[in-house]
Nanobody, 124 residues
Framework: QLQLVESGGGLVQPGGSLRLSCSVS????????IGWFRQAPGKEREGLLC????????NYADSVKGRFTTSKNNDKNMVNLRMNSLKPEDSAVYYC?????????????????WGQGTQVTVSS
């Protein structure tokens, strides 16, 4: 069974940094793409970035461009989301999800399995 577990969320001050991790099992990161999403209260789930099976990353949100990056370690079954220069508006529950294809998509309906999410709160 495909499973994803996010970790690394928490409280951080504006301007700070945080690294989220997505630990996967039941499949190989060499085969499938992983997307990062977030959802703030009262808002729709927003696609942020994706990393393909081959390791190419794509950014789908102008709001995080230049501040968020994603990377992965295939051997450790781990995908990371590095978030810099955090703002209060970045506060949300962050999710990773797997698309059972090699290439990324900006459509969240293309992602079949999701983690449970991890809360990120940016506040002084």
């Amino acid at each position: 069974q495909l499973q994803l577990v996010e970790s690394g969320g928490g409280l951080v001050q504006p301007g700070g940094s945080l690294r989220l991790s997505c630990s996967v099992s039941g499949f190989s990161l060499r085969d499938y793409a992983i997307g990062w999403f977030r959802q703030a209260p009262g808002k729709e789930r927003e696609g942020l970035l994706c990393i393909s099976a081959g390791g190419s990353s794509r950014n789908y949100a102008d709001s995080v461009k230049g501040r968020f990056t994603t990377s992965k370690n295939n051997d450790k079954n781990m995908v990371n989301l590095r978030m810099n220069s955090l703002k209060p508006e970045d506060s949300a529950v962050y999710y990773c999800a797997v698309r059972q294809r090699m290439y990324c998509s900006d459509d969240r309906s293309d992602y079949e399995y999701w983690g449970q999410g991890t809360q990120v709160t940016v506040s002084s």
